[in-house]
């Protein structure tokens, strides 16, 4: 296992292990953070473990055009009792990401440094939110990196009424001009809304 220094670089691909982990360590510099993403890596890490960096063998994606509404979603769709907005809370996505109750998980993957070093790239024009509001309240929503390519990686998403986190992940889709969407592991919840995995190499030779 590689472990990174202050130098911004990562290793070969053809040193990732079965896993999916390519290095450890390193910072979550807005530097390399953009540099990792441009590569098709990402940080995944618990509170109080070091960094470690995945480029997975399978990626899930989504293409926008292939995204599914189911009927009963588009009747939701069709109510228009809230309002979707971009880059107009993104701290506050973050942080109910981070805190949201979700009841296959034991805990969140999004600590401290990784909420402060994502909020830093959003400042720095490299993250976008989708937010979901129903009066003043937001009741959804979702947050990742969009480096300019056509490529939105996704990190983390919240509902706290049923499907918001859906609309908003619709609106990327079908509002935001992504050619590709990145969700970077299988998510059964992703998967009935279209996304699916493909190929490393293809994944990479898409960025």
Same mark, same amino acid.
């Given at each position: 296992?590689?472990?990174?220094?202050?130098?911004?670089?990562?290793?070969?691909?053809?040193l990732?292990t079965e896993d999916?982990?390519i290095a450890?360590?390193?910072?979550?510099s807005?530097?390399?953070?953009?540099y990792?993403?441009?590569?098709g890596?990402?940080?995944?890490f618990?509170e109080?473990?070091p960094?470690?960096?995945?480029c997975?063998?399978k990626r899930m994606?989504?293409?926008p055009?292939?995204v599914k509404?189911?009927?009963?979603?588009?009747?939701v769709?069709r109510k $228009?009792? %809230?309002?979707?907005?971009?880059n !107009?809370?993104? *701290?506050?996505v973050?942080?109910?990401? /981070?805190?949201?109750?979700?009841h296959?998980?034991?805990g969140?993957w999004i600590?401290?440094?990784?909420? $402060?070093? %994502?909020?830093?790239?959003?400042? !720095?024009?490299y *993250?976008k939110s989708?937010e979901i509001? /129903?009066?003043?309240?937001i009741?959804?929503?979702?947050?990742?990196?969009?480096?300019?390519n056509g490529?939105?990686?996704g990190?983390?998403?919240?509902s !706290?009424e049923?499907?918001m986190?859906?609309?908003?992940?619709?609106?990327?889709?079908?509002?935001?001009?992504?050619k590709l969407?990145?969700?970077?592991?299988?998510?059964?919840?992703?998967a009935?809304?279209?996304a !699916?995995e493909?190929?490393r190499?293809?994944?990479?030779?898409f960025l």
């Open positions: 296992m590689i472990w990174l220094n202050k130098e911004i670089t990562f290793p070969s691909y053809d990732v999916g982990i450890l360590g390193g910072d979550l807005v530097e390399r953070l953009v990792a993403y441009q590569r890596i990402f940080p995944w618990n109080g473990e960094i470690v960096w995945y997975p063998p994606v989504l293409f055009d292939e509404v189911s009927k009963s979603m588009r009747q769709l $228009e009792n %809230y309002l979707v907005t971009e !107009k809370a993104f *701290a506050e973050v942080f109910n990401c /981070k805190y949201i109750n979700r296959d998980q034991l969140t600590t401290d440094d990784m909420q $402060e070093a %994502y909020i830093n790239l959003h400042r !720095k024009g *993250a989708i509001w /129903k009066g003043r309240k009741v959804g929503g979702l947050y990742g990196v969009d480096l300019g490529v939105f990686c990190e983390s998403m919240f !706290k049923s499907n986190s859906k609309i908003a992940f619709i609106h990327l889709a079908q509002n935001c001009n992504y969407i990145d969700c970077q592991i299988y998510n059964s919840h992703l009935s809304l279209g !699916k493909i190929d190499k293809n994944f990479l030779a």
